[in-house]
């Protein structure tokens, strides 16, 4: 068989020339993590790749990324190479993985949520986080993974998410000394009005993550308002959860969404957090890419809830704590598209 059918039947939602230009390990790190660690797992084209480097100076462990590169720009590669070969951050840690296909912007021919599923295939160790390649983690994250090892693997293998808060500037104009590395200079930028909690989708200060929660919490505590357009980066298995629906151009939220109405818990961690970079680039979506897909997504919600009610309940786990989430989401859904398996809507 074919490398190029290989790929295709991987990302079957991708064009055929796409997945065939697919390079695994196209440059591999020299260093072999062990399976225990978590992985970065990330994106860049040839004009975020700055970002890659960046965030190697803030994680000092393993990252699967995927290099999205213009089929016809052969001197972004020859410089990447280059870069790479030269800088201990990368060539240590980073295994990148490269996609040729025309153009360097966000397409359907091969959409990030299957570059995320890539990534995630790809990567060499047994859990992963997904970061966005203009976010930071600023605290010692690595630190706390290592002194909750047990706890964490025991978490993530039941299927559980470990959720980071992300926070932003207010100003563009920020300098090193500005990033907060823990969360007692991270409160004190937040009460200045420096940075502000920043939960996709809502206002400053406000979303799941609940901020009032999170500056008080010295423990994990769970999602207790989760929305299915929550899309904080999380720390979960590569192995148990579900793989990202590649309809989507970029969803990190379907992701999410499909694990929790399996009835996984999201917990945020108490001390760590993501820091979402000023960048002045166009977004990655365009404004009637961003419709279609708002629109996509409301279709998803009602499959995914039938889907998942089907299943918990062909398992046997339907009248178990495990439907409590699909039950406080999907109740109207499922009352009118599955059968009666649910009561009265709620």
Known sequence: ?????????????????????????????????????????????????????????YWDGP????VHVDSQDESALENIKQEYAETAELNHNVDLHLIRIPGEKLSVLFPRNAERNLARLLSRT?????????????????????????????????????????????????????????KGQLINSLHEGKMVLDDKHWKENEGPTDLEKWVDASTLYAIDKYEF??????????????????RFLDSRAACIFSS????????????????????????DVSDFDRVV?????????WEQCVHHARQLDALGLWDTPRSEHIRSQCSRVIQNWGKGLIGKPE
């Open 229 to 246: 357009h929550y899309e904080p980066v999380v720390i979960e298995s590569k192995i148990v959860q579900p793989w990202c629906s590649e």
């Open 63 to 66: 990252i699967s990324a995927i």
């Open 293 to 301: 897909e708002n629109r996509i997504y409301a279709k998803f919600y």
């Open 126 to 182: 047994d859990y992963i986080m997904d970061v966005p390649a203009d976010m930071i983690p600023a605290s010692d994250l690595r630190r706390t993974l290592e002194a909750n090892k047990e706890k964490v693997k025991e978490l993530l293998e039941a299927g559980d998410l470990l959720a980071l808060p992300t926070f932003s500037f207010k100003d563009k104009d920020i300098q090193k000394e500005d990033i907060p590395i823990d």
């Open 260 to 283: 929790y109405l399996q009835g996984n818990e999201i917990y945020v961690m108490p001390d760590d957090y993501m820091i979402q970079m000023p960048d002045d680039r166009v977004p």
């Open 1 to 57: 068989m074919s490398h190029g059918l290989k790929m295709h039947k991987l990302f079957s939602k991708s064009y055929y020339e796409a997945a065939k230009s697919i390079q695994p390990f196209w440059l591999k790190a020299r260093n072999t993590p062990s399976k225990d660690q978590v992985s970065i797992i990330t994106t860049v084209t040839a004009e975020t790749w700055p970002n890659l480097r960046r965030l190697t100076v």
